[in-house]
RNA sequence: CGGGGCAUGGCUUAGUCUGGUAGAGCGCUCGCUUUGGGAGCGAGAGAUCGCAGGUUCGAAUCCUGCUGCCCCGACCA
């Protein structure tokens, strides 16, 4: 039956893959577009994946010894100005404050003259500056070191264009900021918070990443290096889900971060910071969902199980839900998400819903499965196939290892998929036969090119990548910086 | 910021060329029948046609300006 058949999402992924993206996060009620251009109001199901990631992360980098603070909104337009390299990468997105009063004017209210600022403030577009010039009182000596600080917080980067989650004008992230005595120490520092967020990735988001350094042209403004989770979706685009940012005594000196040393010389600090987003929402959308809508990866997923009530008119609908409500305070007891639907919708509805949102197990309970203590269960990731009958006992029992097998699986689909689309090239003719082939294929869906690093030195390779929109995603690690990953990016 | 497209109830849109005062589907509300993978019938509510000017007896429709959104590039978490 063709009925049977229709997907959730219209278009499919193959059909047009970037509406697939806009309309799975409207059937999963995550977000929508605000008033305001280039922003998105986040709704509530799409926060409380958020909140998931922070609790993780959060846990995770005390566990690092890194204390939370919170910094202004507002930065004095003087402290951007400081580091060079620094303006020249943000300047051109900065929001700018300029009054602080409004008045009635002929078109209605507007900023006051009189209400002018002298010095206008910056919205932050991240908070190096304003954190460094913090940083450079409450550091005074050796002793002082390593001072270790993040925030959760907003910023904002006047994007020319939006993309729900994936590049929004004002976007959720943490931002860390350590400071250190040796190049050395900061070097490793953020090598490890990498180490970090690429297993914050994988084992939390299920996403698979490839970590590495940045070549000097995607470096972070003002950094000496920038290091990279580089994750590939599924229309083998690459999303940079994540940096870690050596920045070497560039800031320390703009925003004079000194101390005095172990032998009494006056030295600048060395200096980090790290930052994931609220991008990595989209990144793992655009990882795990399918042509039935998103797909939640259990360790972040708002609900873990959707208990279904079946209600027909020859069964007795108290007791089914009286059933439903022990099962679930009892999956409750055992520290899951649970959501029983007890609207009055009708059944299928409800189901659709569940898969819409991407809930990675679904139980239905009806007349049957209370009269033998069972339930049936369905996976989001196997879908309808993988619909089976459990006692009660057993369920229990086995919930948590059904939950770690979809994270499991999940991860184990992106990583095949991912590899599958890494090609070695050797040679600029290769990449462009790569990609010359991948395009003119029906519903083309590219791939990362892995070849020598000597190839970003060939005098051809900028009009490549001009042409075909490739950028080079990263030097990765594990080739020991002899090999660059290229790809078209988000 | 360049190139292309679009703007009409909550959503998708017909009507625009050839001016005559707005129609549908979905959703919503109510009722009945339904409910194990997207139900059916009936009744109802809901639109100063993106904004501001102009032409006209009359503008969703023609003209000018503006704003916003989407897609493709350049820039970026």
């Known amino acids: 039956m063709s009925k049977q058949q229709k997907t959730a999402i219209t278009p499919t992924r193959v059909d047009n893959f970037p509406e697939w993206y806009q309309q799975v996060i409207k059937a999963a009620d995550m977000a929508e577009n605000a008033p305001v251009r280039g922003c998105m109001i986040i709704k509530p199901y799409g ?31 003087e402290f951007i100005s400081r580091e060079a390299e620094h303006v020249d990468g943000f300047a051109k997105e900065c929001a700018v404050v300029t009054h602080h009063r409004l008045e009635k004017g002929e078109k209605g209210l507007q900023p006051a003259e ?22 450079s009182r409450w550091i ?50 953020a090598l490890k918070m990498l180490r970090v967020y690429a297993d914050f990735a994988e084992n939390t ?10 070549t000097e042209d995607e470096r972070f403004p003002g950094a000496d290096a920038t290091y990279t989770i580089e994750a ?11 940096t870690s940012h050596d920045l070497g005594q560039n800031f320390a000196r703009s925003m004079g971060i000194r101390f005095q040393g172990r032998d009494g010389s006056e030295a600048y600090a060395h200096t ?8 990595l929402i989209g990144g793992m959308i655009m990882t795990h969902g399918d042509d039935d809508g998103m797909i939640m990866p259990p360790k972040v997923a708002p609900i873990h199980v959707a208990i279904i009530p079946v209600l027909r008119e020859d069964s007795d609908a108290a007791q089914i839900l009286d059933y439903c409500e022990r099962l679930s305070l009892r999956l409750k007891e055992l520290g899951l998400r649970v959501q029983l639907d007890t609207s009055d919708r009708r059944t299928p509805d409800k189901m659709w819903d569940a898969v819409k949102k991407g809930v990675p197990l679904r139980v239905e309970i009806g007349g049957r499965e209370v009269e033998a203590e ?37 991860l184990r689909r992106a990583k095949a998929f991912r590899d599958s689309r890494i090609r070695d090239v050797s040679s600029l003719a290769e990449v462009k036969a790569l990609y010359i082939e991948e395009s003119a294929a029906q519903g083309a869906q590219n791939g990362f090119a892995c070849a020598d690093v000597s190839i970003l030195s060939d005098p051809g390779f900028e009009a490549l990548c001009k042409e075909f929109s490739l950028t080079p995603r990263c030097l990765p690690f594990e080739d020991k910086g002899r090999k660059v990953l290229i790809g078209k990016a988000y």
């Open 272 to 279: 980090t910071s790290w930052g994931i987003s609220t991008r």
């Open 47 to 77: 926060y409380a994946v958020w909140e998931n990631m922070q609790r993780v992360f959060d846990d995770r980098i005390k566990a690092e010894g890194v204390q939370n603070a919170y910094f202004p909104l507002l930065i004095p337009l």
């Open 205 to 214: 988001l299920a996403m698979p990443v490839i970590v590495g350094e940045k």
């Open 374 to 410: 069972s339930l049936t269960c369905v996976r989001r990731d196997l879908g309808r196939e993988s619909k089976a009958n459990y006692s009660l006992e057993d369920f229990t029992g086995k919930v948590q290892m059904l939950l770690d097998e979809v994270q499991a699986e999940l």
């Open 114 to 135: 009189s209400a002018k600022l002298e010095e206008p403030y910056v919205i932050r577009p991240t908070s190096e500056t304003i954190i460094g010039d913090a940083m």
């Open 232 to 242: 590939m979706m599924q229309d083998g685009k690459a999303l940079q889900a994540g």
């Open 140 to 189: 005074q000596s050796y002793r002082d070191l390593p001072l270790k600080l993040n925030q959760w917080a907003n910023v904002m980067r006047w994007e020319m264009r939006t993309r729900m989650f994936l590049r929004t004008s004002e976007f959720l992230w943490q931002e860390g900021h350590n400071a250190f005595e040796t190049a050395e120490e900061a070097r490793e520092d």
